[in-house]
Nanobody, 119 residues
């Protein structure tokens, strides 16, 4: 079982930056692939960025490439999402998720943190 708690959301003007953090409770955190998703009002949840358990590979949605960076600190059981050059369309609730590499889906989710970008 993995418990995930996001933090770092808030309000920022367009062009600004935020860093989201996701703290995981599992002692086996290092075995999980991690990802950030987001869901804007009236829209489906979408994958923003992901990272393998070794951090050897990362992947990003086209909308995030060049502006967002996902990273992890396995010693601290934390995953980060650094978001730069934020746009109003980045406004959403951001969720952290964990997936065992043997699972086809993300099985563990945090409660979400609100990010609001004003123009």
């Amino acid at each position: 079982q993995v418990q995930l708690v996001e933090s770092g959301g808030g309000w920022v003007q367009a062009g600004g930056s935020l860093r989201l953090s996701c703290a995981a409770s599992a002692r086996t955190f290092t075995r999980y692939n991690m990802a950030w998703f987001r869901q804007a009002p009236g829209k489906e949840r979408e994958l923003v960025a992901g990272i393998t358990w070794t951090a050897a590979s990362t992947w990003y949605a086209d909308s995030a490439k060049g502006r967002f960076t996902i990273s992890r600190d396995n010693a601290k059981n934390i995953v980060y999402l650094q978001m730069n050059s934020l746009k109003p369309e980045d406004t959403a609730v951001y969720y952290c998720a964990a997936r065992d590499p043997s699972s086809p889906q993300y099985d563990y989710w945090g409660q979400g943190t609100q990010v609001t970008v004003s123009s």
